[in-house]
């Protein structure tokens, strides 16, 4: 437990009681005047979401009111063309004038025209549909939509009209809005259309007039009304339930709201002419209010407002009162120490005259003394200073007996201490005699292992070696048929020539020279090819031995080479070689070269033990594919291992021909390309007088 002096005890409890009342009245304040502000934020919201409603609304009327005017002009246009006051050309000229006079003067429209329903005006005149749209800030008149390639009548924002003519409708002038789409005719913006429908004298319907308006100027202006400081504005199609404007991801423009988490709820509960709202809606871990705003023209204008922006400003003037009222506490709290400092002065002139009392003398080994204390006042202090002086008579004596004891012990540690410095040097000794002896066994264990891999690598050499030295072995006997048969081939050309020379040459002598050289061009030929495909062989052994690289492989088709390979040593021990494998061919993904040295280690170390002394015999090469693996088996009908030899086949350095020149590094090899390059397993049966049999379980890829 903490000790506090009375001083001190009497300065934290004014400061607890001045914290606790003050944040007391703060807590009040703050949330009496939060509370207020937060409900005149509310109102003010709304304020904002009726202002920007209605700037909706007026635009919406004012392009009802538009087209309403160019669907009576172009009645009035359609009446002179049939009274015969205006032919095809001068309605086309009136036309031009009057949409270029119209939107010249109405900025709000990107574009409109007027259209005529098929031959209405003329029998040759099938369309008809003079059309203005602002470019760079002017209006654009165009003829470029009157083609059967656009057919306007059949386009989505005419057939709206077309459909029912305005049936449905009791007004004198129907008026149909088009759902929000893309201008695939240039400028591909958003935008929406509103037609009109022309009716001739008698209620026939003649054609309709339309009013583009681009909704860029509409978003970018919502986009730029902010209720809160951090707030998100969104516009969307109430009809459609598409998104219009969506700063917060722009790539929704044009989807659906129900993509929104929240969108399914804002069209459930919107409702004209009043502020609706979401609220606590969690977006990316965030809490929000959202308010939207339902218009009389079918749009819902809406804002998505984070939860601490609302409480911001409070936040900050209570926060700004909070400072203000610390600083006055701590003003307390300073003047309150400064009047305890002088009622308490003293008591601590008592508290400093003991202090001193007491001292550490260094001479002394750091001895504590006391000394009588000297004080001449006379008040409620004089008793105590009196009856502590007889404590510090006591307390003298026994510190000088404590002084003794502690000379003995220091003199005892000294001993000590030269004893464990004696011991100290004795086990530095030691530690780095161990240190050098280590160092000299890690520096053999190094140059032991640079010894294996320079054998180990030795023995690959070798082992290719002793293969290269078998295919030319093989490959003398028809390199010295094809010598001979070329021999026998030049003679009986040069005797040949020499009978056709001297004019000798009978027709049977040439049938008989003739086939006697086929003859031994066949030969020539045959023993060319067999010396190739042994090259060929060997060449894709050693050079995949070589590259240890992994690739794509016919599994069989290279055994078969590897065999082939290894036949010619395999005949002088008059040893058969087979390969067997269930159904076609197949394809893995694997190290060659590893499977080759794999294979041929396998071979030779059966030819060199499991055929010693043995007249003939027979090694069998299976190939087995499974869904993931693939198995290879190698079998012999030699001699056979005991259980001891067996055990120690993998190990390095193992062998029983050592004094044949074995390095017992072959079927260690071995055992390290199937388990770190191949990535598979190994293991090996065999009994004396059984033969032996090598499983290898390796990947497909």
């Known amino acids: 437990m903490i000790k506090l002096s009375i001083k001190t005890r009497i300065l934290v409890f004014v400061i607890l009681f001045e914290i606790f009342a003050y944040s007391g009245i703060q807590f009040f304040n703050k949330y009496i005047y939060k509370k207020e502000l937060i409900a005149l934020k509310h109102k003010e919201i709304q304020q904002t979401f009726i202002a920007s409603t209605e700037k909706i609304n007026n635009l919406s009327q004012i392009m009802e009111r ?16 049939q009274d015969g006051f205006l032919d095809v050309k001068a309605l086309e000229t009136s036309a031009e004038k009057l949409l270029r006079a119209n939107f010249s003067s109405f900025p709000q429209a990107i574009g409109g025209g007027i259209w005529f329903e098929p031959f209405v005006l003329d029998e040759t005149v099938k369309y008809f549909g003079p059309y203005v749209f602002r470019y760079e800030g002017k209006a654009k008149f165009s003829w470029d939509l009157n083609t059967p390639e656009y057919d306007y009548h059949t386009q989505d924002w005419y057939r709206i009209a077309s459909n029912n003519w305005g049936e449905n409708q009791s007004s004198a002038k129907p008026i149909y809005w088009t759902p929000p789409y893309r201008d695939d005719a240039g400028s591909f913006s958003l935008m929406m259309t509103v037609d ?46 598409k998104i219009l404007s969506y700063p917060k991801n722009p790539q929704l423009i044009m989807q659906q709201v129900e993509t929104l988490p929240w969108g399914q709820d804002l069209l459930n ?133 404590i002084s003794k004891n502690n000379d003995n012990l220091r003199q005892s540690k000294y001993v000590i201490d030269k004893l464990n410095e004696d011991l100290e040097d004795k086990v530095a000794l030691r530690t780095k005699q161990l240190a050098d002896k280590t160092q000299e066994v890690l520096t053999s264990l190094e140059q032991l292992k640079n010894t294996q891999k320079q054998l180990v690598e030795q023995e690959k050499n070798a082992s290719l070696g002793r293969l290269v030295a078998g295919v030319a072995h093989e490959i003398n006997t028809p390199l010295g048929v094809c010598i001979m048969s070329a021999s026998f081939m030049v003679s009986k050309l040069n005797c040949l020539n020499e009978k056709f020379e001297s004019g000798k040459l009978s027709k049977n002598y040439f049938k008989i020279c003739y086939l006697e050289l086929n003859e031994s061009a066949d030969l020539l030929s045959n023993n060319l090819k067999r010396a190739s495909n042994l090259v060929t062989s060997f060449k894709e052994v050693a050079v995949d031995q070589s590259a240890n690289e992994f690739r794509h492989f016919k599994l069989c088709d290279y055994l078969s080479k590897i065999m082939r390979s290894l036949q010619p040593k395999l005949t002088q021990q008059n040893i058969d070689l087979k390969l067997i494998f269930d159904g076609d061919d197949f394809e893995i993904f694997s190290n060659p070269g590893a499977i080759s040295q794999v294979i041929a280690n396998i071979i030779e170390n059966a030819l060199n033990h499991g055929f010693n002394k ?88």
């Open 66 to 81: 538009n087209v309403i005017d160019l669907a009576i002009t172009g009645e009035h246009l359609y009446a002179l063309k």
């Open 196 to 241: 009109a429908v022309m009716f001739d004298n008698n209620k026939n319907p003649i054609g309709i007039t339309t009013v583009d308006w681009e909704l860029t100027t509409l978003t970018q202006f919502l986009e730029s009304v902010s209720i809160t400081e951090n707030s998100l504005p969104f516009l969307i199609h109430q009809a459609t339930g």
């Open 269 to 401: 509960t919107s409702k004209p002419n009043i502020l609706n709202s979401l609220e606590n809606i969690v977006i990316n871990h965030n809490k929000y209010n959202i308010y939207f705003y339902q218009t009389q023209s079918g749009f819902i204008f809406g804002s998505i407002s984070p939860l601490i922006d609302l409480e911001k400003e409070a936040t900050h003037i209570t926060d700004i009162t909070f400072l203000i009222g610390s600083a006055i506490g701590v003003i307390f709290i300073i003047l309150v120490y400064i009047l305890m400092q002088i009622l308490f002065r003293p008591f601590d002139k008592v508290l400093n005259l003991i202090k001193n009392s007491i001292s550490h003398k260094e001479k002394n080994n750091g001895i504590i003394e006391v000394e009588q204390i000297d004080y001449s006042n006379k008040n409620e202090f004089t008793p105590i200073i009196k009856e502590l002086n007889k404590v510090y008579e006591q307390v003298s004596s026994y510190m000088q007996e």
């Open 614 to 701: 043995l007249d003939s015999g027979e090694i069998t090469v299976t190939a087995t594919k499974e869904t993931y693996h693939i198995i290879l088996s190698v079998s012999d009908n030699g001699k056979g291992m005991n259980d001891e030899t067996l055990k120690c086949i993998f190990d390095p350095f193992f062998t029983t021909t050592r004094h044949k020149g074995a390095t017992g590094l072959g079927m260690h090899i071995v055992y390290n390309l199937v388990s770190q390059q191949l990535n598979g397993e190994i293991e090996c049966d065999s009994k004396i007088g059984q033969g032996t049999t090598i499983i290898l379980k390796l990947p497909i890829t």
